[in-house]
């Protein structure tokens, strides 16, 4: 078994260039929904018709609504979705509070027992269902959203498990590409909560309890279960071997491009990373691989021979052919497992998300068997990714005549910064353009500083909402290092940096200028949130 030499372990397919990464990492396109599409509305009538609501209600629901106000805050208010009453609401942000107060999602115990002991005490809801499962260092939320996109075209029922989210925990969860309402995922953890709470008291002293991102994969393989889906997209929340998504063994594996990210858990020696990654490779799996570096493509081809996978490999069975900018996205030719297929317009920037839609495009080949005698239907093909949004992934959130553009990018490491570089050079035309970058700690805001620093006029630097954001003044200090002090500002509150890179760029004028906001998952949502963007 060979790899596909050079050009595919280096390169991509045909005469088109591709980006090393997705900018960001993590991110279904609208409203929370129930299953069926339509919001659930069924407690509104019209007016002068329905129960009377008694004043002790009226006052109850007053008290809820002022709990709700403290819980959100100022700066990124949360909204009570169309679909949720206060109370349910209020409830939902219990649970996620609660969720929070467990072992949080930042940390990682080599350990599948715990997982795997729940998911045995529900049934096994995981193996109700073939999975496609995805990891790599970025490119896992867009491209999970893709294949969600064609499967559900092409008449599946799906389910999607993602993380982290951008602005509401009930992103994570999606039926039939959309997120799971308020209601439904206080529905799932109550029937999950009993089983953590015998795991949890079954622990030995000094072992942790269970992890909140352990309890959310099993409400996430639950709901599944429950729906039931016909298929299921799985993203790992951090690695592959040891991820809790772990337990469940994909029929189809997906691996895009390894690089360096949570060193402090998965080591600094990409090739050890891709070891770990690798693990999401089971024996009968089809292996879909992204074009890597070709030492990282020898080691997937090691797991894939180890454990007698199919492969699939970008730049020889699959890849992108031709690619051309359009307006608002790119229109692209691929070469899938069961064809091509042309005039695929994809509202997404980037090289990096056009190697996506190639990688999302086998992999949901290989899902359903689609093959050159029975290729995938090509206008489904274009309907799907035709219809594909990636909330954070240079979204535009503002623009207009007179105004400077603003894009959302949830780049949170070098490789991703990369990505966002190339794409702001390769995609957009401005005149004038200022970061507005938040980091977490533990990342390398020194790389997505410099791999920034040749696109961007000036920066203002400033954190957000999280608990590990950087402290702005540090950032501040490395930024200074590296665009020099004339060009970097510090303002903790991200609503007044936006509106103070805002002021920088029309310096230029009114045309031409533009913002971007980045550097963390965090800092896209609440960024999002600040432009009255729904979690979608």
């Given at each position: 078994m060979t790899y596909g030499g050079d050009r595919w372990a280096e390169g991509g397919f045909g005469d088109a260039e591709r980006a090393d990464d997705e900018p960001g990492d993590t991110d279904g396109d609208g409203d929370d929904a129930d299953p069926d599409g339509a919001p659930d509305r069924s407690d509104?009538?019209?007016?002068?018709?329905?129960?009377?609501h008694s004043p002790e209600d009226t006052a109850q629901d007053a008290v809820l609504a002022h709990v709700l106000n403290?819980?959100?805050?100022?700066?990124?208010?949360?909204?009570?979705?169309?679909?949720s009453t206060v109370a349910g609401f209020a409830e939902f942000l219990a649970v996620d509070a609660a969720l929070d107060r467990r072992w949080p999602e930042s940390v990682m115990e080599p350990s599948l027992d715990r997982i795997q002991a729940l998911c045995d005490a529900l049934g096994d809801p995981q193996r109700a269902y073939p999975v496609v499962h995805l990891t790599g260092t970025n490119g896992k939320t867009s491209t999970a959203r893709m294949v969600d996109a064609l499967l559900t075209e092409i008449g599946l029922r799906t389910g999607r498990y993602t993380s982290p989210h951008l602005q509401r925990a009930t992103e994570r969860i999606n039926l039939d590409n959309r997120p799971i309402t308020a209601e439904r995922f206080v529905e799932v953890y109550r029937e999950v909560e009993p089983f953590v709470e015998l795991i949890d008291a079954k622990a030995a002293e000094g072992e942790p309890a269970m992890s909140k991102f352990e309890v959310l994969t099993a409400m996430g393989f639950a709901a599944f279960a429950d729906a039931p889906v016909e298929a299921a997209v799985v993203e790992v929340g951090l690695g592959g071997r040891w991820d809790a998504t772990n337990i469940a063994d994909a029929h189809v594996a997906v691996i895009l491009p390894i690089g360096l990210d949570h060193a402090e858990y998965l080591g600094d020696d990409v090739l050890d990373i891709a070891k770990e990654k690798a693990g999401i490779i089971k024996p009968g799996s089809i292996a879909?691989?992204?074009?890597?570096d070709k030492a990282v493509a020898e080691i997937l081809i090691e797991r894939c021979a180890e454990v007698g996978a199919e492969v699939a490999r970008e730049g020889a069975e699959f890849g992108v052919r031709e690619r051309e900018l359009a307006v608002g996205g790119q229109r692209l030719e691929l070469q899938g497992l069961s064809g091509r297929f042309d005039e695929v317009f994809l509202p997404l920037h980037g090289e990096h998300q056009a190697s996506n839609a190639a990688v999302a495009l086998a992999a949901a080949e290989a899902m359903v068997g689609a093959s050159t005698a029975h290729p995938l239907d090509p206008d489904a093909v274009r309907a799907a990714f035709a219809s594909v949004a990636a909330p954070g992934r240079l979204e535009p959130v503002q623009g207009g005549q007179g105004v400077p553009t603003v894009l959302i990018d949830a780049a949170h490491n070098p490789a991703g910064a990369k990505a966002l570089a190339r794409a702001l050079q390769s995609e957009f035309r401005f005149t004038r353009l200022v970061g507005v970058i938040g980091v977490l700690q533990g990342k390398d805001a020194r790389g997505i500083l410099t791999e920034l620093e040749p696109v961007l006029h000036e920066v203002v630097v400033t954190t957000n909402g999280s608990p590990r954001a950087m402290n702005p003044d540090d950032l501040g200090a490395l930024a200074t290092e590296v665009f020099s002090a004339d060009r970097v500002s510090v303002e903790p509150l991200l609503r007044a940096a936006i509106e103070e890179a805002g002021e920088l760029a029309e310096e230029a004028g009114d045309s031409g200028v533009g913002v971007i906001v980045t550097g963390s998952v965090v800092t896209a949502g609440e960024a999002r949130a600040l432009f009255g963007k729904e979690p979608a």
């Open positions: 509104e009538r019209p007016e002068g018709e329905g129960e009377i403290e819980i959100r805050g100022g700066e990124t208010p949360d909204v009570v979705p169309a679909q879909v691989l992204a074009a890597q």
